[in-house]
């Protein structure tokens, strides 16, 4: 298997990880799309590596997703570094969410 994801700036992923329904998902960022700046990007995959659903988190300034895990619920949990929020300079974010 070999695929990419991404558009025409900076992408990045940081992390992958298996889920409980075989498939994978990927933590990262992306300056191709989102609100703006780098926005945390995480991508849902499939267990062939094609791409079910991707998701922007981020504002207008920097947001870098750095690893992702699976909560006990399901859901996700993410954590990286934000420039858009916070009390200014760098701070760490995390977010969990359900698809």
Same mark, same amino acid.
């Given at each position: 298997?070999?695929?990419? +994801?991404?558009?025409? *700036?900076? #992408?990045?992923?940081?992390?992958?990880? =298996?889920?409980?329904?075989?498939?994978?998902?990927? !933590?990262?960022?992306?300056?191709?799309? @989102?609100? @703006?700046?780098? #926005? +945390?990007?995480?991508?849902?995959?499939?267990?062939?590596?094609?791409?079910?659903?991707?998701?922007? +988190?981020?504002? %207008?300034?920097? %947001?870098? !997703?750095?690893?992702?895990? =699976? &909560?006990?619920?399901?859901? *996700? !949990?993410?954590?990286? /570094? &934000?420039?858009?929020?916070?009390? @200014?300079?760098?701070? /760490?974010?995390?977010?969990? +969410?359900?698809?």
């Amino acid at each position: 298997m070999d695929k990419t +994801f991404g558009g025409s *700036y900076s #992408d990045m992923a940081n992390s992958i990880i =298996q889920t409980t329904d075989g498939k994978y998902m990927v !933590a990262g960022y992306t300056y191709s799309k @989102g609100a @703006g700046g780098d #926005d +945390f990007w995480v991508i849902k995959l499939d267990e062939n590596g094609n791409k079910i659903w991707d998701r922007t +988190f981020g504002g %207008d300034n920097w %947001d870098i !997703a750095k690893s992702i895990i =699976q &909560t006990t619920d399901g859901g *996700y !949990a993410v954590v990286g /570094c &934000t420039k858009s929020k916070g009390e @200014g300079g760098w701070d /760490c974010w995390v977010i969990k +969410f359900k698809e």
